[in-house]
């Protein structure tokens, strides 16, 4: 136990654990909006993430980005980066919904089936990142594909550097820009969701399907946007994740997404602001735990603390909804 | 003229056929009452014109197009708007946001606006409670607010089904008073009920569902 060092520097962990639950406050918005609305788990969300990251990979290369570019040029990469990875992992979320999971719902198939398909398509990307697509892709991106199932690096966009320090707190540029892009795309999302039309027939749909349906809801328009809303969410979680550790691999989502997904349950799954709080909660208290332990022991205070908080709050820390939460 | 027409509309729930062909008409400027025992299928019959049902077979004519297989929300689009049985107000939503989710296909923000004026005309204690989440108004409160949202929508057609379910006698007359009211600024309305008096003393005609048949 490291008590006196978590004490000691408890600003400097309190940031580092807040930065990481930004990423995973992200991604869970993707799970919270199905569940909200379909009362799905949707476990492919973590490719959705995933195939996120490899389209800034994929973008960085061809543009033949280099370490260290000058600012101008780095603000130009992550804003392409931003709408490509928006782009390519709402694309996959919505392409998931309508060739996998429509054609299920007009079957009327039962909970189980759609998590098993869900499972399922998540393997498939996983291999078929790893696999298909370096052979595919042939010689084009030797020294990135060549080496399936492997890491693969990214150039540094940004430099990490402290931006500056508050006692003995230092905070770093590339926290801050996590950070705060991760807050602004999801009041982003929270406003849509609460203060616009699209969004109240999202809520309405949500609260029930039924009854939207006769105010003249188009159901599977809402369904749509949910799959393409959550998936903007994770492909900008992809691109911070990018700038921040520089890698990805075709496994990558796996761990990421079963920390979003706990951290979806934690703050109340289906509750957009839970998503928050929870991402933000798991962040620092894997921080904390990796500190006062040792830092292989983070996955295990991750579940250990989900496990925990339901015991006391079955239905998390903010509870249910999109629905009663009204706002 | 004829408003809406259903002919020997039969729907099923999996293997139990709950309407077995019924025909009815509603003609433009009517209030309908249609009354019947519990379990006699009139709130399938609402569903069947609303859209949230299909037919098993049968054909509906709304304003002279053969509707049966529109989409329940293009129907609202057509003028047809259901306050359903039970009420089922959109619990997480405030007064206000329940009653725009009954504009929700329109774009006329003046009509909606002035509809919104009618709606809190009609219904005072609505006006007095617009931030009150739905969830937590009382039972009466709701069916306001079921009838003010469906409104909302300005519909041709007024679908209600069971206005009147749980509330207290002095309420159920104003409920009344205000269909009435509502019929005489020009919407044409079939009106579920099991209170059959009440119901067709308000109706210009009636039909009778005796277990899926009219
Ligand atoms: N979702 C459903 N699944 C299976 N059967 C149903 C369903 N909804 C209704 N039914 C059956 O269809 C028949 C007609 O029901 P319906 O709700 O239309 O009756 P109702 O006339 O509205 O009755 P009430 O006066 O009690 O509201 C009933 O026998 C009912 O059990
Ligand atoms: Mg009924």
Redesign the interface.
């Known amino acids: 136990m490291h008590f006196d060092e978590l004490i000691g520097h408890l600003g400097q962990h309190t940031v580092d654990g807040l930065s990481k639950g930004a990423i995973y406050a992200l991604i869970a918005l993707g799970y919270t909006l199905v569940y909200g609305v379909l009362r799905l788990i949707n476990f492919a969300h973590s490719e959705v993430f995933m195939v996120g990251t490899f389209a800034v990979l994929i973008l960085w290369n061809q543009l033949g980005v280099e370490n260290n570019p000058p600012v101008g040029q780095a603000i130009l990469f992550l804003v392409l980066g931003l709408v490509v990875a928006a782009a390519a992992s709402g694309g996959t979320a919505l392409a998931l919904e309508r060739v996998a999971y429509r054609p299920l719902r007009r079957k009327n198939a039962p909970p189980l089936i759609f998590l098993i398909t869900a499972i399922g398509l998540s393997l498939v990307f996983v291999e078929l990142f790893g696999q298909v697509l370096p052979k595919l892709l042939g010689g084009a991106l030797p020294d990135v594909f060549g080496r399936p199932r492997q890491i693969v690096g990214m150039p540094t966009i940004i430099q990490q550097e402290t931006l500056f320090t508050i006692g003995n707190t230092a905070i770093t540029n590339i926290q801050l820009i996590v950070f705060i892009a991760a807050v602004a795309m999801m009041a982003l999302l929270d406003w849509f969701i609460n203060r616009t039309r699209y969004g109240r027939g999202v809520r309405a749909v949500a609260q029930n399907p039924e009854t939207a349906a006769l105010m003249g809801v188009n159901q599977e328009r809402v369904i749509m946007l949910i799959f393409v809303l959550g998936g903007i969410m994770a492909g900008a979680a992809a691109l911070l994740w990018s700038m921040r550790f520089g890698f990805t691999q075709n496994s990558i989502g796996f761990v990421l997404g079963l920390k979003a997904f706990t951290a979806a349950v934690l703050g109340g799954i289906g509750n957009l602001r839970g998503a928050l709080l929870g991402g933000l909660f798991l962040g620092i208290v894997e921080v904390y735990g990796a500190t006062l332990f040792a830092s292989n022991w983070e996955d295990v205070i991750a579940f250990v603390v989900l496990i925990v908080v339901l015991m006391f709050r079955p239905t998390g820390l903010l509870g249910e909804s999109l629905g009663r939460a009204r706002a | 003229m004829t408003l809406l027409e259903l002919e020997n509309v039969a729907v099923t729930y999996g293997r139990i056929e709950a309407l077995h062909g019924i025909s009815l008409t509603v003609n433009e400027g009517e209030v309908v009452a249609l009354i019947g025992a519990n379990g006699a299928g009139k709130t399938t019959t609402m569903r069947a014109i ?3 049902r299909s037919l098993a077979s049968g054909k509906i004519t709304f304003n002279g197009e053969d509707i049966s297989k529109l ?4 129907r ?2 057509r003028g047809l ?2 306050s ?1 049985e039970g009420r ?1 107000i ?5 007064v206000m ?1 329940n009653l ?3 504009a ?2 329109r774009r006329d923000s003046a009509g909606i606006a002035a509809d919104l004026d009618r709606v809190l005309t009609l219904f005072p204690r609505l006006a007095e409670r617009r931030k009150q ?1 739905g ?1 937590t108004l009382s039972g009466g409160e709701q069916q306001m607010l079921a009838v003010g ?1 469906a409104l909302m ?1 300005r519909p041709k057609l007024l679908l209600l089904d069971e206005p009147s379910m749980g509330l207290a006698p002095l309420v159920i007359r104003q409920i009344f008073d205000i269909i009435t009211e509502i019929n005489q600024q020009g919407t044409t309305i079939l009106l579920v009920e099991q209170n059959a008096q009440q119901a067709l003393s308000r109706a210009h005609r009636g039909y009778v569902l005796e277990t899926g048949r009219s």
């Open positions: 609303s859209g949230t989409r329940a929300d293009l609202v689009v708007c259901q359903p089922q959109f619990p997480g939503m405030t946001e725009d989710m009954g929700y296909t989440a969830g949202r929508s």
